[in-house]
C-alpha cells in the first residue's frame, strides 16, 4: 500500500483532501423495487408506471425479493457483513418527482453493513499500488421520477418511469484521499456488481450515479466540514467535482472563510459546483419505519444460496490468472476489470485442454491485437466480430508454424472483415507459411548468386548484412517462409561457404 | 313476516333461498330506502345501477340452480374509504373530490364476488379522522337515533363510520362496511345500537382502502347482529399479496362455528378500564354484561391492563405520524383537487392545495404527525409511543395467560348531539378510550348493542380476544346478544 501525495498547494501549506461517496446502483431487474412495473430504459414518458408508482390512494407497496437477492449478493461480494434483520423507513418530503411524498429507504436498519474495496492506483502493477477502502453500508431504496423543464415555456412535465426503481445506495467510508482513487474505487466498484450481476453499471443512462462528499484539511488534522455534491454520472465528471470542491474549500479557508455543510450541484458545462441548499435549508426528513411493509429477516440458508450464486470475483480471478496461468501482472489486472472480457478469454482458453500453454499469448494477442481492432471499429467486446473459438484457430494456426505472426495480423484484419475463420483464409490466399528447407535453400542459393558483393562482404566480417539477406529471402517468397527456418538455413549456407 | 327492509343479511339470505322474493325486489326495497333517507346525509353517492346489477346476477344463478355466494342479494353500503371502481371516492375529503378510481379494493371486490351490490358510497369523517362525523367534508351524518325528550336534537352517528352506522340502524341498508383505526367501526356501532366488528390486524386486505394510519386500519363489517357480522367477514378477509401486512391464513367459517355456550371460556375484566366519570349507567351495564356471560356458562376473572391510560397518548402520536406521511399524496399534482393561485409554483400550489383541500381536524392530525417526527422529537414521541405499543400488547400477552377473552364497555358514553364537542378535540379523542388499546394492539373486537341509557340511546358492549381468535369473540358476542334481546330501533323521522 502506497500513501497518496495527492496534495492542494494554499497560500499556507499543503492540503490534503478527504473523499467520500455514497453511490447509487440501479438494481438489475424487470421490475421496480415494490411495484411491478417495468424497467426498460428509454421508454415513451409514463408508460412505465404503475398505481403504486403513481401513489394513487391506496396503493401499497411489495417488495420485490430479485432487489433484496442482488443486494445480499453484493454485500458478500464486497465481504460485507449481511444484516439479517433489516428494515424500510419512510424519508418525507414534496417533490413533484416524488408521487408518494415520501422515498421508501433505509435508514435504521439497512440490508449490508460493513465491507471493503481494493482498489488498484496502477494498472501495470495492481499488487504494489493497492489500497483498501471501507464500505460503511448498503441499503436498499426507491428511486425518484424525472422533471422535463424544457417541454414547455411555463410549465415542467414529470415522467415517473423512473419513480419507484430500484437503487442500492453504496456508501464508502472517507477513505479516499485523491480523486484518482475516488474513481479507482468507482471502477473497481463498477467492475464488482457487473460480475455479480446487481447493477450494469451504465453511468451514462444513470445505471450508476455517486454523490461526492469532499472535504480539506491540513494532513494529520481533524476532519474538515464536507460539502455533497449531487448526482454525478461520470468517472471524469466525479474527479473534476474532487478537484474544484478540494480547491474552492482551500481558497475559502484561506481567504478567511468558513465551509458551510451544503449540497451542490455540478455543472460540466462551467466545471464548477454550486450550492443547491445549505444545512439550515436541509429538509427534515422526517424518516420513521414504513408501516405498510414488513422487516426483512433473512435466513442462513438464502444467505449461503446467495453466496454460492456468486461468480469468480475479479480480485480472486486477477490472483488465478497470475499465479495459475502465469499471466504477467498487467495483463490479469486488465483481462479481469471488466467481466465480459474475462468471459471471452475464457471461452478462448475452453478451446484446450492445457490453457496454461496457450494463456500468456492469448492474453498478449487479447490485449494488444483484439483490444485494437476492437478500439479502432468502436465496439465492446461482447460484440466482437471474431468469437473466442475463431481466436483460438488463429492463434492455433500460430503455435504450430503454419503462419507467423506477421501475417497472423493480416489473416485477422480478413478474418474482422469477412467474418471467415482464419484456416479457410489461410487456405485460401495460399498464406501458409513455408517451411520446406529444400524450397527455402533453393532460394537462398538464388538470392546468393544475385548478390555475390554483399555475400563476400558479409563473410568478411560485416554481420550486419544478415538481416539483409533474411529480407530478400522472404521478399522472394512472398514473406510466406518460415522466419525461423529460414535464419538458420542462412546461417548454415553462409558460414559454410565461408 | 317481516318487512324486506327490516331483514339482515342471513334474513335477505333464507328469504332469497326459500323463494319469498329475488334478489332485485331486495335490491329495489333498499334504493327506494336510500333515496327517501336522504336528510341523514349518509349516502354521498347512490350506485342503484350497481345493487340492481348485483341482484340480477344473484337471480340468474338462483334460476340457474347455482351456488350463490355467501352475501347473495345483499346490497349493501359502502365506506367512502374503499376506492370503488367507476365510482367516485373521496374519504370525505374535498382534496380527493372528482376522484374516480380505476381500481376496486381488495375488500369491496371480494364483498362483489361473494354476490353483494353496492347501494353507495357512505359518508364518513375526513380521511376516517373523527369520532362524530363532524369532520366530514360534505356535512355530519345525522343518527337516526333521537332521545327520547322529546326534543329533536341531532345526534351524532359516532364516527369515523358514522354513514355505514346510519344507513344500518336507520335500515336503510341491511350491512355496511366500516373500517376501525382507534374505533371507527365499534363506536359508532355502540353509538347506533348496531354490531360492529373489527377483526384481528392483517384479516382484511388494505389493498385500495385510503390509508389513514396503516399500523392500525383495518376493515369489518357493521351490521344488524353477530351471525350478519360473521357472514359478512368471511366474505371481506383473506389473503392479499397485494398488501404486506395481509395475514397468509385461511378464512375460517366462523358462522358454521358460532354457539353461545362459553362454558370453559374466562373471561377478563381489566380494573384500568373504570375510567372516572363514566357514567352510571354505562357501569351498570357492564356489570349486567358479566351477569350475562357468567349465565353463559363463562369464568369470570379480574384482570390487569397497567398501561392502559397510555394507550390514548400513543394512539395520538403513531396515527397522526403515519397519517401525515399517508397524505403527503394529496398534493394536487396527480388527482383530486389542484388549488394554483395565478404565478404559483410547486409549493406555492402544495400549500393552496393542501390549504383548501384538508378539513381542520385533518390538518391538525398531519401537523400532529410532522412534529412528533420531526427532528429532535422523534424520539421524544415517536419512539416512546412505539415503545407504549409494545407495552400494551404485553398487557394483553399477560392477560391472556388469565383469561379467553375481555369486556369492556365500547365507549365511554352514549351518542351526543352534534356540536356538542367539536368544539373541543381532546374531549372527542377520548371517545376512543376502550377501542383504542385493542387496536393498538391489533387485536379482533365486537361492539354488540347491550341496552338503552336514561334517555333511550343505544349503549354497547365490547369484547376483545386474542389475535386470530375471531371465533370466540364472535361467541361471546353471540352470548351476550341471546341475553340482551335488544331489540330497540330508531323511530323513522326523516
Redesign the interface.
Known sequence: MTESTYRIQGGTGEWEVVIGLEVHAQITTNAKLFSGASTEFGAEPNTQVS?VD??????????NKECVRQAVRTGLAINAQINKYSRFD?K?Y???DL????QISQLYHPIVGEGKIEISLDEKDPDAHGKTIGVERIHIEQDAGKLMHDQHPTM?Y?DLNRCGVALMEIVSMPDMTSPKEAAAYVRKLRSVLRYVGSCDGNMEQGSMRADVNVSVRKPGDELGTRTETKNVNSLRYIQQVIEYEAQRQVDVIESGGDIVQETRLFDPDKNETRSMRSKEDAH?Y???PD????PLELEDDYIFDCKASLPELPDEKRARYKNVLGLSAYNAAVLTAEHETAIWFEELLETTDEPEKIASSAANWLTSELFGALNKMGLSIEKSPVSPQQAAELLGLIADGTISGKIAKQVFEIMLETGDGATKIVEEKGLKQESDTGAIEKVIADVMAANEDKVAQYRGGKDKLFGFFVGQTMKAMQGKANPQVVNELLKKTLGDAG | MAEIFELGISGIRSGIASGDFSAKEVAETFIARVSAAKSLNAVLVETPDHALAAAEATDKAKAAGETLGKMAGVPIGMKDLFCTEGVATTAGSLILEGFTPQYESTVSSNLFKAGAGMLGKLNMDQFAMGSSNETSAFGNVISPWRRNDGGNTDLAPGGSSGGSAAVVAGRIAPAATGTDTGGSIRQPAAFVGITGFKPTYGRCSRWGTIAFASSLDQAGPMAHDVRDCAIMLEAMSGFDPKDSTSLDLPVPEWEAGLKSDLAGKRIGIPKEYRVDNMPPEIEALWQQGIEWLKDAGAKIVEVSLPHTKYALPAYYIIAPAEASSNLARYDGVRYGMRDLPDGAGLQDMYAATRESGFGPEVKRRIMIGTYVLSAGYYDAYYTQAQKVRTLISQDFDKAWESCDLLLTPTAPSAAFGLGEKSDDPLAMYLNDVFTVPSSLAGLPAISVPAGLDGQGLPLGLQVIGKALDEQSVFNAGLALEERAGFVAKPEQWW
Open positions: 398505481l403513481a401513489a394513487m390512494p391506496g396503493m401499497l407497496p411489495v417488495l419512510r418525507n414534496f417533490y413533484a408521487p408518494q411524498g415520501y415542467s414529470v427534515d422526517r424518516y420513521f408501516p405498510d411493509l414488513l
